[in-house]
């Protein structure tokens, strides 16, 4: 299984957003410090998302989720926010604390 490579600090992910996964790829705005628990494992979620039901899919119907029910209601960020709370793993926080 791909694990995702965790990128602090960068000017990528778009405007008003923390944090962005362009798999396989976890961008975060703010330095690697800054960067809760709660943050990177939402963030880590949708990066599972995108391993379970591949990238295309993943993208696709996370936008048409978007669009048509808004971000509030689309399924992926609710199971998202619904593990966001949970404590990392011992393989999440490894990544977390990762030096690049």
């Not at 703010?30 to 295309?56: C, K, M, N, Y």
Request: aromatic share 18%; glycine share 4%; proline share 7%.
């Amino acid at each position: 299984m791909k694990k995702p490579k965790v990128i602090y600090g960068t000017w990528l992910v778009p405007p008003k957003r923390l944090a962005w996964v362009v798999f396989p790829y976890m961008l975060f705005r703010q330095p690697q410090s800054e960067v809760s628990d709660t943050l990177f494992r939402h963030e880590w979620e949708h990066a599972d998302q995108v391993r379970r039901i591949g990238w295309l899919r993943f993208y696709s119907t996370y936008l048409w989720y978007t669009i048509t029910r808004g971000s509030r209601y689309n399924p992926y960020e609710i199971e998202a926010r619904e593990v966001q709370h949970q404590p990392l793993t011992a393989v999440q926080r490894y990544y977390k604390e990762l030096k690049a």
